[in-house]
């Protein structure tokens, strides 16, 4: 028994009339989701940075004051901290640059 030929045009066209719809939203549906968390991903690295900078410099300025202290007393502790300084701008240039 053969299946007339309009029907399978019939068939075909109800799919196409279905599917075409549903594959156009879903492109737009996958680039409008992928935007976003391109855009909240890039938010939360920046404010991860400015967190760690923050942390960086609440060391620095207690260093700073800890140097002040230790400086009138005398002694090797201002180089100390120096370095220590050094080795934490040069961490954060690298989280930056990462």
Same mark, same amino acid.
């Given at each position: 028994?053969?299946?007339?030929?309009?029907?399978?045009?019939?068939?075909?066209?109800?799919?196409?009339?279905?599917?075409?719809?549903?594959?156009?939203? @879903?492109? $737009?549906?996958?680039?409008?989701?992928?935007?976003?968390? *391109?855009?909240?991903?890039? +938010?939360?690295?920046?404010? !991860?940075?400015?967190?760690?900078?923050?942390?960086?410099?609440?060391?620095?300025?207690?260093?700073?004051?800890?140097?002040?202290?230790?400086?009138?007393? @005398?002694? $090797?502790?201002?180089?100390?901290?120096?370095?220590?300084? *050094?080795?934490?701008?040069? +961490?954060?240039?690298?989280? !930056?640059?990462?």
């Amino acid at each position: 028994m053969r299946i007339p030929t309009y029907l399978f045009r019939l068939i075909g066209f109800t799919f196409c009339l279905g599917a075409i719809p549903l594959l156009i939203l @879903g492109m $737009i549906s996958y680039r409008i989701s992928s935007d976003e968390l *391109v855009a909240k991903a890039k +938010q939360t690295q920046l404010q !991860q940075l400015t967190q760690t900078k923050s942390d960086v410099e609440n060391l620095l300025a207690k260093l700073d004051l800890n140097n002040a202290g230790h400086a009138k007393a @005398g002694g $090797i502790v201002p180089m100390a901290a120096l370095r220590t300084a *050094v080795r934490l701008k040069r +961490q954060l240039k690298r989280k !930056q640059a990462s």
